[in-house]
Each structure stands twice: as structure tokens, then as C-alpha cells.
């Protein structure tokens, strides 16, 4: 018979900006919210809050399957309201109940929240209710984190330059040649990427200029790397006919919903590459591939709104006061420095240190 003590059983946080994203050292505030249809007593009731990001595929080899797995656990911390009756509060009355947590993302480098074909980054908000003899009430939600944005490091801001030469075979003769010019390597998402090539086509064929920006997604485990490369955008030039040389100079628009690069993860990555290539009918095309690395857009923080708390039935007294502590909080911005480990201590538990081959 299915149980309808409890119901609506949610966990919701609250939104710190226009595009509900969170980065290093941020707020999280939130509430676990639910119904419950007659009076009942709760074995235990808790929310977690934690980062990790995870790589899984499997592959064959002859007649055996071999799985590649590995994770990085950035962070955990579980806050219980309910534990085991200790608190002497563990009966719940009919009627709506809310209880408020707050959080606050540790002061350390991790990578934005990401999704690809065998890998993922994700940060979550978890809540368990346990009552006796009865299955336990879940809840789960994913919070959006973006790697807080930075200045453009002068890395980014150097100009990139190559040059391409390819002597014809098969049915065609003569050469062609390209020099080619980018103004930096880092772009924000909608930003115009202006490319200048110098083409010489001293061959018996006309040839086109080609642009494509692709994607490269990078997975890490057991000394193994699993690649998944995708084109996102392509553009063609002007022709250009036997015996010319020309300048050709082309903006090409950064595709605006761009996910932002990721190279700060061990077992992961996300790249981005801008190729230039010549069209040589009958040939093989000669290409200049240069990195780029697309940054994530700044957001400004607001202060969240939140909504009244409706609970009823209890207070937890020790949450009820206004600017709570965070659980998990640091007294004052400083770099994140290892804390035990994992298995002796829930808190924030240092990175794992994991070589792979990149």
C-alpha cells in the first residue's frame, strides 16, 4: 500500500543572480519543504551538499569488457535536523514543514558544472527522510557552478601565428602557401575572433579558404584517455583563383551559448580549437590549428531573495536566527589549505591526487 504520509517532498535553494549560477565562496541558502498527512515519527532527516566530478565508459578487448572509471570528490558535507531521536524533536504533526539550511562553496579551484558523453562535474543539494519500517523520502537538485571568471591573463592575450606551405600532387601543380594571424587565444561567449591569412596560391587549381571552430572533450581513467571531438561552427571564404595572392581578414562570431573551457580538472577537460584550412579539390587540404580557450561571462552577485518560512508543527531554534553561519563556512577569504581525509573526516575532503595521461 503506498505510504501519502509524507508529500511534496522537495529541496529548493535560492538564487544568488539573473542566471542562477554559483562560483568559489558563494552562499548557497535553500529550504527542504514538505506536507505531512498525519502525525508521524522521523528515525532522521538530512540535506548534503557536495561537488565531485566523475568519468565512466567501458571498452572491449577480445572477449573481456574492461570498465574506465574515476572520480574526484571535491567536497561533502552533510547538516542533519534529525538524527537517531537525539534532538527530542523527531515527531512530526500534520501540516506544512519547512526546514532552512545554508551553505557556503569552498574557497578552492574547481571546474564549472559540466555534462559530456562519458564525464560529468556536478554540484548537488541531497535530503533524505527516514522513518521506521517505512521506505526513506528523497530529494535531489544540481546547482549550477561556474568557475569564477578572471582577468585575461597575458597568456591569453598574445597573439597566435603560424604559417602553412603544400606542394600539389596527383592532378594538380605548383604550390600554395598561407600565413596566418589571431589576436589572442582567450574569448568570451558572442565575442568576434578576427583572423588574417595571407594566402599565396601558386597552383593550377582555385582553392578556399576554410574556418572551423570545433570542440574536444577529454576523459581521463587508469592511464587511459577517451576523446570525443565535435565541429560547432563552419564558415567558407571567397575563392581564390590560380597565380594570386591575397590578404583575407574574417571575424568570426564566438557562438554565444559556448560552454566555457575546462582545464582545471584531472580527469577531464574541455578544448576548444580554431582550424584554417585551404580546399584543394582532388588534394589533401593543408591546416593551421590554433587553441583557444572560451572564458566564462562574469555574472554580478545579488543578494538572494528568500521566501518566508511557512513551517509549522516545530522550530529548530538554532536556525531560526538571521545570517546564520554557513555550515561549512571560512571566516575569512584565504587559499583552501588540505584538510583531513576523506575516510577519517565529512567536511571538505582534499582532492585526489590522480595521474593520468593527457
Known sequence: MLDKTIKNFNINFNALN???????????TGQIS???????????????????????WTERHGQSTVTYHSKNKYFSIKHYFIQDGSTGKDLLYPGCHEFPFNFQFPLQEMPSSFTGSVGKVVYLLETKLSRSMRLSTKDTTKIPFVTKPCDMSEDLMIPQHNSKNKKMHMFNSGTVAMDVKIEKSGFFPGEGLKISAYIQNNSSRQIKPKYCIYRKH???????????????LKEVGEPIPPSASVTVNRVITIP??????????????VEYRLR??????????PQIKFPITILQVNQSSAVPVNRPATSTGYEFGAFGYQNPTPWGAFSTPQPFEPPPSYEDHVGYPSLMDFSSKK
Not at 23 to 28: A, I, K, T, V, Y
Open 218 to 232: 577529454s576523459f581521463f581513467a587508469r592511464g587511459k584517455r577517451r576523446l570525443d571531438t565535435k565541429d560547432l
Open 256 to 269: 554565444p551559448d559556448m560552454e566555457p573551457s575546462i582545464l582545471n580538472c584531472e580527469i577531464l577537460k
Open 18 to 28: 539573473a542566471n542562477n549560477t554559483f562560483s568559489s565562496g558563494d552562499l548557497l
Open 276 to 285: 584554417v584550412y585551404l580546399d584543394i579539390k582532388y588534394d589533401s587540404d
Open 34 to 56: 514538505f506536507e505531512v498527512a498525519k502525525e508521524c515519527k522521523v528515525e532522521s532527516l538530512y540535506v548534503k551538499f557536495k561537488g565531485k566530478a566523475e568519468v565512466l
